[in-house]
């Protein structure tokens, strides 16, 4: 499978991302440099690609998510950290004081 007809795949499955998402999976399964006819038979990245064309999340597929500068592993059963929940962080950092404590209750996986 080249890069393009892995893009071409998930745009006709109706991915909003598809360039970005086929890019994160040929980073997972194949080695660099990636170029839209770069062909890769790595096992498991057509298997990715149908998940993710069937709407399963792509952080489910690949496992792990970037939340405020920290990588979290994540599958099924755990929520998906949001990149504008990021906001609810950094304005919790400005305004607990030094050296206070809070509890993070409910919001998700925790």
Do not use: W
């Not at 998930?10 to 997972?28: C, N, Q, T, V």
């Amino acid at each position: 499978m080249t890069l393009k007809s892995a893009i071409d795949l998930l745009r006709e499955a109706g991915i909003d991302s598809p360039e970005y998402d086929a890019r994160e999976l040929f980073k997972l399964f194949c080695e660099p440099p990636i170029l839209m006819n770069t062909e890769c038979t790595a096992e498991g990245l057509m298997a990715a690609i149908e998940r993710r064309a069937k709407r399963e999340p792509l952080q489910y597929i690949i496992g792990q998510v970037g939340f405020y500068r920290e990588e979290y592993f994540v599958e099924k059963g755990v929520l998906i950290p949001r990149s504008d929940s990021e906001i609810i962080v950094e304005t919790a950092i400005e305004l607990i004081p030094m050296g206070a404590h809070f509890a993070d209750v409910c919001t998700g996986s925790g």
